[in-house]
Structure formats: structure tokens, C-alpha cells
């Protein structure tokens, strides 16, 4: 079954460096479009940022673009999150989520369980 | 990106149906037919309940249905029932982005 297995939260100073990782497992990890989403303690859900399926195109939400960079390595079936010049507002728990289908556009589909990075001093 | 608007709070009994809504702009809910439906138990990671307006992902009891018209898209639990009680986002695919709702909690009384 698909499974999606994210580490690498903790926390961290302002101005700080964090990478997320997420190991994927269950499907073929290199056919589909892969998400970062956050949710804020007791907030809505946020979109962060996308790559497709070969990381030949790569998306991010204004909050974040030019601090946060996300990647893939279809070898080792795993996607990054780079986070830097972190902010207490990018404290959240941080999900790593596949593309429903294969086709582009394509929902958001299954989730991982997520990893909560915090931002403090 | 601001977030697409949902009501904060909808509330039915069981056997009852409820409706979200979902109001964006022409370049989001508007724009394009890709608008999907997630439920968030608290403490767990959200579930896909409908993709594209209104298709249910295999496993989606047919109680759940999609619908849009022009920038408001809506999710319709009929036969609401006591495990329904949850958080529910919509988001809309928006031109490379994505776009979450404000979130909509619905009680079973």
C-alpha cells in the first residue's frame, strides 16, 4: 500500500536551515507529481510547493518562494524540502503528499502523516 | 493566493444532508474544473473525498458528492452520519498552484 514517511522537523532558531524528507514506498514514486503542504497549530491547510514527476518544473506559494527549494531523487524514491531563512510563521506540521492520478493537473491525493518544525528562539 | 472561502461551521443530524461552499475567483474555482474535497479528523493527515468537482476516489461512500458553479464550488454529505464529524478543505488547482479553503468544521448533533 502506499506509504509516505516524512522526518526531518524539529526546531529551529529564526534564520535557521531545516530539510525535510519524505520516503515514498508502495507506488511508482517516479511517475507521479509530488507536494509539500503545512498546516499551522490549529490553522488550515497551506499550499507549499510542487514538482513533477521528473522535477523538470518545480512551483512554490508566495511565503515561501526564494527561501524554501523542493527536490526529488527518484532513485532513492524520496522528496526534499529545503527550508531556509525559516520565520516563526513557517511554524507548522509539514506534509508530504502525491498526486492522485498521473495526469497533469491532478488532485492532491494521498498524504503522509506529517512532520512538525517549529520555529523559535 | 488568498485562501478560498468556506463557512466556518455547518452542523446536521444524523441522516440529514449538508452543504459546503467554496467561493474563489475566475482565476481559481473559476477557472478551471479541478476543485477537490479533503477530510481532516483532528490529529490525522487529511483525505482526498472528491477530485475534479465532483469524482470520488475508489473507497468514498456516493453520500459525499462535488458541484460548481461559476467561482463557488460545493461538497454535499447526504445521510450525514456520526464519523462525518470532521474538518473539511476544498482547494482548487490555480495555474501551477494550488490554493486551500479556510476550512469548514461540520457537527453531527
Known amino acids: 500500500q502506499v506509504q509516505l514517511v516524512e522526518s526531518g522537523g524539529g526546531v529551529v532558531q529564526p534564520g535557521g536551515s531545516l530539510r525535510l524528507s519524505c520516503a515514498a514506498s508502495?507506488?511508482?514514486?517516479?511517475?507521479?507529481?509530488m507536494h509539500w503542504v503545512r498546516q499551522a497549530p490549529g490553522k488550515g491547510l497551506e499550499w507549499v510547493a510542487f514538482?513533477?514527476?521528473?522535477?523538470?518544473?518545480?512551483y512554490y506559494a508566495d511565503s515561501v518562494k526564494g527561501r524554501f527549494t523542493i527536490s526529488r531523487d527518484n532513485s532513492k524514491n524520496t522528496l526534499y524540502l529545503q527550508m531556509n531563512s525559516l520565520r516563526a510563521e513557517d511554524t507548522a506540521v509539514y506534509y508530504c503528499?502525491?498526486?492522485?492520478?498521473?495526469?497533469?493537473?491532478?488532485?492532491?491525493?494521498?498524504w503522509g502523516q506529517g512532520t512538525l518544525v517549529t520555529v523559535s528562539s | 493566493q488568498s485562501a478560498l472561502t468556506q463557512p466556518r461551521s455547518v452542523s446536521g443530524s444524523p441522516g440529514q444532508s449538508v452543504t459546503i461552499s467554496c467561493t474563489g475567483t475566475?482565476?481559481?474555482?473559476?477557472?478551471?474544473?479541478?476543485v477537490s474535497w479533503y477530510q481532516q479528523h483532528p490529529g490525522k493527515a487529511p483525505k482526498l473525498m472528491i477530485y475534479?468537482?465532483?469524482k470520488r476516489p475508489s473507497g468514498v461512500p456516493d453520500r459525499f458528492s462535488g458541484s460548481k458553479s461559476g467561482n463557488t464550488a460545493s461538497l454535499t454529505i447526504s445521510g450525514l452520519q456520526a464519523e462525518d464529524e470532521a474538518d473539511y478543505y476544498c482547494?482548487?488547482?490555480?495555474?501551477?498552484?494550488?490554493?486551500f479553503g479556510t476550512g469548514t468544521k461540520v457537527t453531527v448533533l
Open positions: 514538482i513533477r514527476y521528473d522535477g523538470s518544473n518545480k
Open positions: 482547494c482548487s488547482y490555480a495555474g501551477s498552484s494550488r490554493v
Open positions: 503528499a502525491k498526486d492522485h492520478i498521473v495526469v497533469v493537473p491532478a488532485a492532491i491525493g494521498y
Open positions: 475534479d468537482v465532483s
Open positions: 475566475s482565476s481559481d474555482v473559476g477557472g478551471y474544473n479541478y
Open positions: 508502495g507506488f511508482t514514486f517516479s511517475s507521479y507529481g
